[in-house]
């Protein structure tokens, strides 16, 4: 059940589920919780979510979910706890996708996003959004290691979809039945993902070199 508001406000035409319910087996603590530039993963992605267009905002937490809700319990946004997540990704799109449905009728678009990619930006999230604006009744993915992925954007009409996904899937099979129809936006940087120490180590080294990049 959501821990902030019974309902979300529709406030936007556009909302946006953030992924946060694994357990980081491979990493070996929770990756939520590790810090890039001083600040936790949730809050930094949470903040970047915040900053789109988008609204509501709703985060989806399982393991480990009390300790990880107070990194972000100050930030507008909707909390939900998924007592399934072990289930895999699906048991929270499907948790995220319902709320959205129930709490914000009028919502015209979600997009779904992982708080395991730390290059993820409000600009991309927003570019996503601009591109459904121009073409509705589509899906609109990230393209980065020659395969398609979240962020991604889907249209009301696949939300029914969304809500019956099943085991650990996540939305790359929805993603992955639409294919020939999906507008595709070239995302790189979305192959950093942090799910072992040396993936966290590697999205450490890539924003130092890209911060020095910008500064010379």
């Known amino acids: 059940m959501p821990n902030k508001r019974s309902e979300i406000d529709s406030v936007s035409a556009v909302g946006l589920v953030m992924l946060a319910a694994g357990s980081s087996s491979r990493l070996g603590r929770a990756k939520q919780l ?7 993963l949730i809050r930094r992605m949470t903040k970047v979510a915040l900053a789109t267009v988008c609204r509501p905002i709703i985060v989806v937490l399982g393991a480990q979910n009390e300790r990880i809700a107070l990194e972000i319990a100050d930030l507008p946004i909707l909390i939900l706890k998924n007592p399934e997540w072990e289930e895999g990704m699906s048991s929270s799109i499907r948790l995220g996708v319902e709320q959205l449905m129930r709490g914000a009728p009028s919502t015209s678009a979600v997009v779904l996003m992982l ?101 010379e």
């Open 34 to 40: 590790v810090t890039i530039d001083g600040e936790s």
């Open 115 to 215: 708080c395991d990619q730390p290059m993820v930006s409000s600009d991309l999230i927003n570019r996503l959004v601009a591109h459904f604006q121009k073409n509705a009744n589509q899906v609109f993915a990230c393209e980065y290691g020659n395969q398609l992925g979240v962020p991604a954007l889907f249209d009301r009409s696949f939300f029914d979809e969304l809500s019956q996904l099943k085991g650990a899937a996540g939305a790359k099979k929805v993603i992955a039945q639409h294919e020939s129809t999906v507008h595709r936006l070239a995302f790189p940087e979305g192959e950093l993902d942090i799910d072992t120490p040396e993936d966290y180590q590697r999205v450490l080294s890539h924003l130092v070199t890209k911060d020095r990049s910008v500064t």
